[in-house]
């Protein structure tokens, strides 16, 4: 079965600084990986998704992240914080075989200071 | 755009009464999911549904059932609500069983049981 990691509940950052939420997976065969984010009273947004094509996959907002198979990892970043990139972000897995089912991690809520 | 609306924002019952809470897709998607949305959990998946009448359930589904008698409309059923249900409940929807697709999220419901 796989799952996800996030490390860090709460990440705080000052605007304009690097932007690093962290995510780990588990999982026997490598798999598909997204990254959800959530605005206040929002639902759920797509950010971006690795589907095993390209390793450094490029988002919305100017996220990307990298699949690195080797630190079985799927890192969040962004050059420069601003003050609406606040919110909390998920991180999930799903198999690559039989039917859809994502796996969430607990999210990071990313704190912009001005 | 693709819409997913959950028809109540805030909802608040009393233990022990029956509770439904209703998810449209306006897209024609073939597959809806139920997530619950707990401080320090993230979502977790309570049921999905892949097909008109079909569903299945997800890791979560004690206490619950759900309905699909219409493609776009897929209800929550809290039998006899207790405390514990007190959550926020997320409704997504995806066009088919692609696993790559992302999930289309409604806004959300946070129902309090007292």
């Known amino acids: 079965a796989q799952s996800v990691t996030q490390l860090g509940s709460h990440v705080s950052v000052s605007e304009g600084a690097l932007v690093l939420l962290r995510c780990n997976y588990s999982?026997?065969?490598?798999?598909?990986l997204f990254w959800y984010v959530q605005y206040p009273n929002q639902g759920l947004q797509l950010l971006l998704k690795?589907?095993?094509?390209?390793?450094l996959v490029k988002g919305i907002n100017d996220f990307e992240a990298e699949f690195k198979k080797s630190e079985t990892s799927f890192h969040l970043t962004k050059p420069s914080a601003h003050m609406s990139d606040a919110a909390e972000y998920f991180c999930?897995?799903?198999?690559?075989?039989?039917?859809?089912?994502?796996?969430f991690g607990t999210g990071t809520r990313l704190l912009v200071s001005p | 755009d693709v819409k997913v609306t959950q028809s109540s924002r805030y909802l608040v019952k009393r233990t022990g009464e029956k509770v439904f809470l209703e998810c449209v897709q306006d897209?024609?998607?073939?597959?809806m999911f139920w997530y619950r949305q707990d401080p320090g959990l993230g979502l977790r998946l309570i049921y999905f549904?892949?097909?008109?009448?079909?569903?299945e359930k997800g890791d979560i589904p004690e206490g619950y059932s759900v309905s699909r008698e219409k493609k776009e409309r897929f209800s929550l059923i809290l039998e006899s609500a207790s405390t514990n249900q007190t959550s926020m409940y997320l409704c997504?929807?995806?066009?088919?069983?692609?696993?790559?697709?992302?999930?289309?999220f409604g806004s959300g419901t946070q129902l309090s049981v007292l």
């Open positions: 997504a929807s995806t066009p088919s069983g692609n696993l790559n697709e992302k999930l289309f």
């Open positions: 999982s026997s065969v490598p798999p598909y």
């Open positions: 690795y589907t095993s094509a390209a390793t």
């Open positions: 999930a897995v799903s198999g690559t075989t039989g039917f859809q089912k994502l796996v």
């Open positions: 897209m024609d998607h073939e597959n």
């Open positions: 549904s892949y097909d008109v009448k079909m569903k």
